[in-house]
């Protein structure tokens, strides 16, 4: 196997571990206080990809789905998501992002870019933002083992 190869996989192994790490250390978000990491990320898959059931948000987050119900429960007594029957199959249920939900990851989401523009600040250039951008959305078309490709995603 290629030694390129392999040492991109361990860079981005680091990366996606010590990075999330940091990132969760030092983000001083009062919205990250009141809700979960796990909470925070189901809102943010609803907002990403519109209503999904509670089997495939399980999938999504790789647990179980008594864990998802627990998680839901909670964010759905915060009216952050609602439970809808879906328009294909009636008996089906879609979990929904309200517009409160939508506002939380908004935040979540502002508090996350404005610590990581500060750190890349005096770090990385324009023309390096712009091959990372350029490389994440390659590697992110690559990865996508379901549902459809969007055109931004190969744009190179």
Known sequence: MDKRLIEAVELFEDVMVFGT????????????????REQLQVL?????????SAGTLAE??????????????????KKLIEIIKSPEDQRSKLIKLTEQGANVVQESDQAV???????????VNDQELEQFVTMFKKIRSILRLEGPTHESDTEI
């Open 21 to 36: 790490e940091r990132v969760l250390k030092n983000v001083k978000a009062d919205i990250w206080q009141e809700y979960s």
């Open 44 to 52: 943010k898959i609803l907002h990403k990809n519109g209503p999904l």
């Open 60 to 77: 999504l987050q790789h647990v179980h789905k008594s864990a998802i119900s627990g998680r839901l429960k909670k964010l759905e007594e």
């Open 113 to 123: 870019y404005d610590y990581i523009e500060t750190l890349f600040a005096d770090q």
